[in-house]
């Protein structure tokens, strides 16, 4: 499965050095805008301490965790979705990320450029969003053009996209996003199939000095106040100390943090909040050979996560043998979870939760 998480804001925001830090990678970073052209991507382990002690358990030979791409995608300027700044090209790699991680400056620093002069994460906000709305306004009026034809001649198809599309156009018009409308389920392939930028879910990241970390600043309550008022989700974090922390081995991270009175990065939340902004459950596939994790999406089929491992389990699919995460952490052996009734025996339909420790059982 492609789960991609795409950092998108204005130019000198500090994207790249937060992917560096998410990464440990070493993009491109620089205080000029477009430094970043070519979209960086980096694929991230997601951090799962219930990995861990499944690991503890079964001491396998191999210990795989679950993980979620970053693309950092190089800075929007008012004008993009009219071109300006390489904004067709930018907005192109904006549609091929599943979701969005807004990463807004709250700092200053007159050595760091700010594209339009002086820092306001409000105005910063709006430019982004502005620029999605017009490119998705854009698309919408095109598909219109070309579904009006059709629906004049009674395709009665092509009369209910008609009148989706005219419930977008209005909303989009209006400088509201996308996913603020409700679309009735029978008519939400219509909208699906534009693929839309400002149907993706956001995460907005507050971009801090290292001092403002644990209490934010007045431009981080900026974000947040906006971030509530979308119902969009949100963290505050410094780009500059995580791409320091991410040099250093785990333990002496810890410790420089520590000596800085930070309990801990904020990274691992960055990445569990992509992870849950996407829908995503995480199961097990347990044994001696290996442990590992498997993303999903929310209700995914057991058959269709068999399909994850391999197409031939998948179309072999016999049961799915399962257990619970809590349910191995307690007994520790199959042989005592047998004998307490607690190995459950699923079929195809069987929607797979968040913890499942799974074995499939399939024909060759």
């Known amino acids: 499965m492609k789960l991609s998480c795409g950092l998108v804001g ?15 990678a070493s993009a491109a970073v620089a205080n000029y805008p477009f430094c970043t052209v070519d979209p960086n991507v980096g694929m991230v382990p997601v951090p799962d301490t219930r990995l861990q002690t499944l690991s503890e358990i079964f001491k396998p030979k191999k210990t795989t965790p679950t993980t979620i ?4 995608i190089a800075g929007l300027v008012k004008g993009a979705s009219a071109g300006e700044g390489l904004g067709n090209q930018f907005l192109g790699h904006i549609r091929e990320v599943s979701a969005m991680v ?6 200053d620093d007159s050595e760091i450029i700010h594209v339009n002069g002086a820092v306001d ?53 209006s400088g509201k996003v996308a996913r603020g409308l409700t679309i009735a389920n029978q008519d939400a392939v219509f909208m699906k199939n534009l693929s839309l930028l400002t149907t993706k ?38 780009g500059k100390l995580e791409a320091e922390i991410a040099t250093l081995t785990p333990s002496d991270g810890l410790l420089f943090l520590k000596e800085l009175g930070i309990s801990e990065s904020s990274l691992p939340r960055l990445i569990a909040v992509s992870y ?40 072999g699919f016999i049961r799915a043998e399962v257990t619970s ?10 042989q005592v979870i047998k004998e307490k009734g607690l190995l459950r025996l699923e079929g195809k339909e069987y929607l797979v939760a968040d913890g499942d420790c799974i074995y499939f059982r399939f024909n060759v």
Not at 10 to 24: D, E, Q
Not at 102 to 107: A, G, L, P
Not at 131 to 155: F, P
Request: proline share 2%; with cysteine; glycine share 6%.
């Open 201 to 238: 879910p956001v995460l907005y990241v507050a971009n801090l000095p290292e001092g403002d970390i644990q209490k934010g600043n007045r431009y981080s309550e900026q974000v947040e106040k906006i971030s509530k008022e979308e119902g969009n989700f949100a963290i505050l974090m410094s």
């Open 102 to 107: 807004h990463i807004v400056r709250c700092f």
């Open 10 to 24: 204005l130019p000198n925001v500090g994207k790249s050095t937060l992917f560096n830090a998410l990464t440990r």
């Open 325 to 334: 995460y809590q349910d191995v952490v307690t007994y520790k052996t199959q």
């Open 69 to 72: 791409e970053f693309v950092d």
């Open 276 to 315: 849950q902004m996407l829908g995503l459950v995480t199961f097990f596939t347990v044994g001696e050979d290996e442990v590992r994790a498997w993303t999903i999406n929310k209700g995914t089929r057991a058959v269709d996560a068999a399909g994850l491992i391999h197409s031939d389990i998948q179309r």
């Open 121 to 173: 994460p409000k105005a910063d906000i709006e430019i982004i969003e502005t620029e999605l709305i017009l490119k998705d306004l854009d698309a919408v009026e095109k598909q219109l053009s070309r579904v009006e034809k059709k629906s004049h001649s009674g395709d009665e198809e092509a009369q209910k996209e008609k009148a989706v599309l005219e419930q977008l156009k209005q909303q989009l018009s």
